[in-house]
Structures are given as C-alpha cells and as structure tokens.
C-alpha cells in the first residue's frame, strides 16, 4: 500500500512540475496572426497574411499547452530551440463549415481568420492544422515568427478610441471588463 501511495505521490509532483511559467516563453503582448483559408471540399490551403504585435495580452498564462476545448482546427506554437509545445489553441471556422455545403462542391473561395497568440520572447514556429469532422488532418501550414521581425506590425499603440470608465473596480489581472457599444 505504501509503494502504491508512494508512486501515485511522485506523479502527482512530477504533473505539476512540468507546468510552464508563461514569463519563460512569452511577452506580455499579443500576436495577431492573419490567415487566409481557400479552397473547396476537395482541396484545402492555408496561407499567411499578416502578423501584427498589440500592447497586452489577455489571454490564459496557465495551461498553456493544453487544449481546453476541441475544434475543428488547432494551433500550436513550439519553442524554435527546443522543439517543445509551449501553446495550444483550438477553433472552429466558418471556412470549415462552408465546405460542407453544395457552393463548395462547384467553386473555390477563401476566408480569412484572425487569432490573437501570446507574443514569444524567442523565435517560435506556429503551426495550424484544420481537421475533417472526423477528425483527419484536411491541411496544415507552418511558419517561423521571430519576435524582432521588423514586418511585424506594431498596433494598438496610437489613435487609441476615446473611453471612459463606469467603474473600475480593479485592474485586468484580477477582474472581468464589461464593455458598453453604442449601436450605429
């Protein structure tokens, strides 16, 4: 018995000592990656379209490379040196749902798909992979983004939108922002 608890003790520990620390890998700022997707029910492409850099990032910094939901497609960045997934993502596209249709039987069209990443610190390769709804890869497409590329875009840093806060009861870390549009 004491074996059994003393085994089930170490991968217990050895679980929560592979968690990676967002820090190591990540900046505090987003890429917004521009994708387009093309093709129809017989044939499928992925294609990159532009990468822009925003101020902050306010996404998940734990469980990075864990999925926390299944799509119809997924993102995967890895560590350029080491190889080793240090985010993962996963979606569900408009594009992928068209192809089931019978305009995607006689034609070709494409349709773009923003996703907004964690900003790496060092040079990482994204890879996105669409699946068929059962579960096969239908295409995928990779690149290398080196956070000092000067094609990078720097957004969000002027012509900021006039605001003003309601209430604010503490800062993004810690709290929910609820955003009011006026319609027109």
Partial sequence: MKQICSILLFFLISAGSYAQN?????????LRVDYIFTGNNKQQAIYLDELSQLPSWAGREHHLSELPLEGNGQIIVRDLATRQCIYKTSFSSLFQEWLSTDEAKE??????????LPYPKQPAEVEIV??????????SFKHIVRPDDILIH?????????????????????CIDVAILAEG
Avoid: C, W
């Avoid at 806060?165 to 993004?172: A, D, K, M, R, V």
């Fill in 22 to 30: 967002f820090a190591d890998y990540f900046q505090n700022k987003t």
């Fill in 107 to 116: 034609t070709a069209k494409g349709f773009e798909n923003t996703f907004l």
């Fill in 130 to 139: 669409l699946f068929s709804p059962r579960k096969e890869v239908m295409t």
């Fill in 154 to 174: 720097k957004r969000g840093t002027s012509h900021v939108t006039p605001h003003r806060y309601i209430l604010q009861s503490g800062n993004e870390k810690e």
